[in-house]
């Protein structure tokens, strides 16, 4: 009973752990991209009204599934370094998910 409590304790502190590095790699990211984008391109660049009035910026997101619309898509593809929205290189990103 003992060697069940403690394996479960080691794996509920492994499961904590793991969840901080994730935090930590992801705002890494957000941080590197943003000292990127900023050196690289004006900040008028790096920001577009959308349709729905909201605005995107460049924050670490690469791939379609973290996109919400074919708008923010495109923005990412055409100002933020490093995404993976465009298979084929036509200049249309997540074309089977966002931009039909």
């Known amino acids: 009973m003992k060697r069940i409590i403690i394996l479960l304790l080691i794996a509920a502190l492994g499961w904590y752990s793991y969840g901080k590095y994730q935090e930590r790699l992801n705002f890494q990211n957000v941080v590197g991209t943003k000292e990127k984008?900023?050196?690289?391109?004006?900040?008028?660049?790096?920001?577009i009204d959308s349709p729905s009035g909201s605005v995107f910026k460049c924050d670490g997101r690469t791939y379609c599934s973290q996109m919400t619309s074919c708008a923010e898509a495109t923005f990412f593809l055409q100002n933020c370094p490093g995404t993976k929205m465009d298979g084929n290189n036509d200049g249309i990103p997540c074309e089977k998910q966002w931009c039909k």
């Open 37 to 47: 984008s900023s050196t690289s391109a004006p900040p008028s660049s790096l920001r």
